[in-house]
């Protein structure tokens, strides 16, 4: 996994670096070197370069990058946002460096004539914005992207002006780079949409940040899944197994109308390896859904409107010797299915996937999930982390990570809040962000199949949140496999069961 800092981790292992040995000029010498190489990389032999610095460590970061395109006999113009007499310790003596070098040296605001090749570098802000770049600092931003549209290519340093860096939420006017260069680390908000996609291409740098100044900042971490961490999560399938080995999942989902969710729901599980899946629904949303599939077996429910209490015996009877149970996509809910779900994990202490509706069922109470049982998985999309919150749905948009991260907390459960880059949050804080996945995914089934292949995984004994984040990977790299087949426009959630089999084709699993 590929680790991501906060803006505050990222200042307490620069004060840290010094106690060990390594000071701030060193730091902003390789950060600026590397930018530097960055840019050139993106420029045409001919291109010029145009390096828009701010007053900051960032802008310092700028001019170190400045100083070595001149060195290496390349058109350089330095455009200075702020106050020049504002500068101090090493970025002031970076720009007395630039002066008696005698760069070309103006404001962004200058008619700098660009071309297809020109590299324009952005070190306005580093990582510490928390406000909309106003006055000077919104006009350079603007010339930047004016820069863009005649052709020049964007490198950002660190993280494109105008990224929060945390929650990857984008103030206007931000940045729209066609690369951005990470020092030592990614940041969280690098990772995050919408400032994933503010940063073009990412590459992360070492700039000779201290191994114990890293270790110092453990807790709460962040990390970027990769392919190999997911693969890592599931278990090799031995020879001398059977059905019984890899677990019996109760899914309990669908409804008049609805019978699609229980049947996607119920195929993905099987198409994750467990070994059987019952679904309890009402009879004829259940007879619709076992005609998906012949593989799939069926726990009648009485006929009787929603979910609630008078469902206890038949589930309980269903759920006794179970390995893992997913509730919730296309139930029938109504005012005693939380009161339902509560009663049937305190008596059931096995893995719970709760999605969809069985989430609605506990709006603005989600303090009555806490302590019901140690496994329990809940997988909302913005909507449905609104709802239980009591919050709106732009609340959960400003800062996903933070908010899974707290409910995780609060509940002492694992919460996989879906979208773009899907997060992952533990009870303990630990986040895990998902790269997998696409627009054509934004359809209805598609997160019936995760839950399927999440309560799947755990019925095999994968443990949270591990399952958790191995689900999600998988699931977004489904669907990733088969958009080149279908288009995004034409990618179905019954699609992303058969990019499952591509995925353990791959996996070797």
């Known amino acids: 996994m590929k680790r991501a800092l906060s803006s505050a981790e990222m200042r307490a292992v620069d004060q840290l670096s010094a106690r060990y040995g390594v000071l701030p000029e060193v730091l902003m010498f390789n950060a600026g070197t590397v930018l530097a190489q960055e840019a050139l990389a993106h420029a045409s032999s001919r291109g010029q370069f145009i390096v828009v610095c701010g007053t900051g460590n960032n802008g310092g970061d700028g001019l170190v990058a400045a100083l070595a395109l001149s060195r290496a006999n390349r058109r350089v113009f330095v455009a200075l946002v702020g106050d020049a007499q504002t500068l101090k310790g090493e970025p002031r003596r970076l720009f007395d460096e630039v002066t008696r070098a005698q760069l070309p040296l103006g404001k962004a605001s200058d008619q700098v004539e660009v071309a297809p090749g020109d590299v324009v570098v952005d070190a306005l802000f580093g990582t510490g914005l928390s406000r909309a770049p106003a006055a000077e600092y919104a006009v350079a931003i603007t010339q930047i992207a004016r820069w863009r549209a005649q052709g020049a290519t964007v490198v950002s340093a660190d993280v494109p002006s105008g990224l929060q860096s945390d929650t990857g939420q984008i103030f206007e006017p931000c940045v729209r780079a066609d690369a951005t260069v990470s020092f030592g680390l990614f940041k969280v908000g690098q990772l995050l949409e919408p400032g994933q996609s503010a940063c073009g291409v990412q590459r992360c740098a070492d700039i000779g940040l201290p191994a114990p100044a890293l270790a110092a900042a453990q807790a709460p971490m962040t990390w970027l899944v990769e392919e190999a961490d997911a693969k890592a999560v599931l278990p090799v399938r031995r020879a001398d197994t059977h059905k019984g080995t890899y677990g019996h999942v109760a899914v309990i989902a669908g ?255």
Request: overall charge neutral.
């Open 255 to 509: 409804s008049d109308g609805k019978s699609g969710a229980a049947a996607l729901t119920g195929c993905a599980v099987l198409k994750s390896g467990a070994g059987l899946v019952t679904i309890a629904a009402r009879s004829r949303a259940l007879s619709a859904a076992l005609a998906h599939a012949p593989e799939l077996m069926g726990h009648a429910l009485s006929d009787a409107g929603p979910l609630g209490m008078a469902d206890f015996d038949g589930l309980a009877q269903l759920l006794e010797k179970k390995d893992a149970v997913v509730i919730g996509p296309g139930i029938p809910r109504g005012p005693e299915t939380a009161d339902l779900i509560c009663a049937l994990m305190k008596q059931f202490a096995v893995p719970w996937v709760l999605d969809a509706d069985a989430i609605n069922a506990f709006e603005g109470q989600a303090g009555r999930l806490k302590g019901l049982t140690s496994q329990v998985l809940l997988t909302p999309h913005p909507g449905e982390m609104a709802r239980l919150l009591g919050v709106t749905t732009q609340d959960i948009a400003a800062d996903r990570l933070g908010v899974a991260r707290r409910l995780a907390s609060q509940i002492g459960a694992t919460i996989v809040l879906k979208g773009a880059r899907t997060v992952t949050a533990d009870p303990v804080g630990t986040c895990f962000i998902n790269p997998t996945g696409n627009a054509g995914m934004a359809t209805g089934g598609c997160g019936d199949v995760l839950s399927g292949i999440c309560g799947a995984f755990l019925a095999q004994g994968v443990t949270l949140p591990l399952g958790a984040y191995a689900a999600v990977y998988a699931h977004g790299l489904a669907g990733d496999l088969r958009v080149t087949a279908t288009g995004q426009l034409g990618l179905l959630a019954s699609d992303i069961l058969q990019g499952l089999n591509e995925v353990w084709v791959r996996w070797k699993r």
